[in-house]
């Protein structure tokens, strides 16, 4: 089967509600120019969508999955693979599609070659649409973004969305040194670059398959997640993970205190939870406990903490450039996620000890789901004070999108 063969039948699964990147760490004959097209295709779908519809004499939503990702896919090679011929392109295309429908999808990219292939937006008059078609992002998304960052941000986020996004690893500097870990990844030829932490690289493909992966020599985290945790400035004492799932900021926080935090990784489910409890042993993190637990239950036999995090359920608009397809999904009015995000900081603030903190983070750039849901649960509970809220913009430090808040419980409540 060829890339273009398995990037399409992963496409049209997308097309039903399935994640690429889940998608294609299931498959067997996945390849890395699969991976290219499928990332490279969702991305660009809004976009695509809209010259079908500019090219196509059958109304859009009349097309079937199978057509609409093979004219996706041939319009894609045909604007942005600059090493496919136009000829191949839509030869390729329309050879995906069952016979009866080719001459279809051979009419209309033909007839997209014969404009200049040129994306025409003349006759839109709304700059959102148009601001929409450019950077392949929802109307809806695209104006959320400007009424919320204004648009030289929005812009940076869309932009950034669209480009490649970096591996990140973070070093177990417990058991090793970066520079160690640098060299053993380079002896089994993965490519490793430097960030502003001497202890966060960025590293190309195969690292997750090396020894030094099965050593516990580094983990997976971006350096945005990275950053909120340094930010806490854990040195020890007691943690609890309300929602820890990979479990990277609990092992970032096992890390970054030396070993002499004792951390408690909760999640509600139990496939999660032996995820934990694997790359806590693999890293041989010895202060990390994986818990099975529900968020939004009190449970009498956690302990009480100095910090407790809370990594809420989101919309995920920080890592769009990552999952393209939740650009796509109808997140209606957001009230699912800042219901819940209420009631597991309301359930979490239960287990903060006296002057310890609550600290909430996201990985969505929505202000609805983040700094209104602080101020929600402040003026709900009055034994907590703001101390610091910040947003990672998607591409500062070419890392995702992340929000985060701490909150201090005070000692007494007058």
């Known amino acids: 089967m060829t890339a273009r063969q398995i990037a399409y039948r992963t496409l049209i699964k997308v097309d039903s509600g399935g994640f690429s990147g889940k998608l294609l760490a299931g498959s067997d004959n996945v390849t890395p ?13 809004f976009t695509l969508d809209y010259i079908i519809r500019q090219n196509s004499a059958t109304e859009f939503d009349k097309l079937d999955s199978e057509v609409r990702n093979a004219l996706r896919l041939g319009l894609y090679l045909l604007l942005y693979d600059n090493g496919t011929p136009e000829s191949a392109a839509v030869n390729e295309a329309v050879a995906l599609v069952p016979p009866h429908r080719r001459a279809f999808v051979n009419a209309v990219l033909r007839n997209f070659v014969r404009k ?49 996004r970096p591996t990140f690893i973070k ?29 966060v690289f960025t590293v190309s493909g195969g690292a997750f398959a090396t020894t030094a992966y099965h050593e516990g020599m580094f983990f997976a985290q971006d350096i945005s997640p990275h950053k909120f945790c340094r ?15 990979p479990g990277g900021k609990a092992f970032a926080a096992a890390d970054l205190s030396g070993g002499r935090a004792a951390i408690t990784a909760c999640d509600v489910m139990e496939s999660k939870t032996k995820v934990i409890e694997e790359s806590a042993n693999r890293l041989r993190f010895t202060g990390v406990r994986a ?28 890592v769009i450039g990552r999952k393209p397809e939740i650009k ?39 202000k609805t789901e983040n700094e209104n849901v602080v101020a929600a649960f ?17 591409g500062e430090d070419n890392g995702d999108g992340l929000f985060f808040a701490i909150m201090q419980k005070k000692d007494s409540v007058k």
């Open 116 to 164: 200049g292939k040129q994306v025409d937006t003349g006759e839109v008059t709304d700059d959102y649409l148009r601001t929409a078609i450019k950077y392949s992002c929802p109307r809806r998304l695209v104006k959320l973004f400007c009424e919320q960052y204004g648009e030289q941000t929005a812009t940076q986020i869309l932009e950034e969305s669209l480009k490649p």
């Open 231 to 245: 930010r806490l400035g854990i040195t020890g004492g007691t943690v609890l993970d309300v929602c820890s799932a």
């Open 171 to 199: 070093v177990n500097t417990i058991r090793f040194t970066p520079l160690s870990v640098k060299s053993a990844l380079e002896s089994e030829g993965v490519y490793v670059n430097e960030t502003k932490f001497t202890d």
């Open 291 to 318: 818990t099975l637990n529900d968020g939004l239950v009190f449970n009498e036999d956690l302990p009480q903490a100095d910090v407790v995090l809370v990594d809420a359920p989101c919309s995920g608009l920080g």
């Open 328 to 366: 796509y999904r109808d997140s209606g009015d957001f009230s699912l996620f800042t219901e819940k995000s209420l009631q597991l900081l309301s359930m979490s603030a239960r287990y903060v000890k006296p002057n310890g903190r609550l600290a909430f983070s996201t990985c969505t750039l929505n």
């Open 33 to 45: 120019a699969a991976t290219a097209l499928v990332y490279g295709v969702t991305k660009r779908r």
């Open 378 to 394: 402040l003026s709900s509970d009055n034994s907590f004070k703001l101390t610091e809220q910040q947003t990672y913009i998607l």
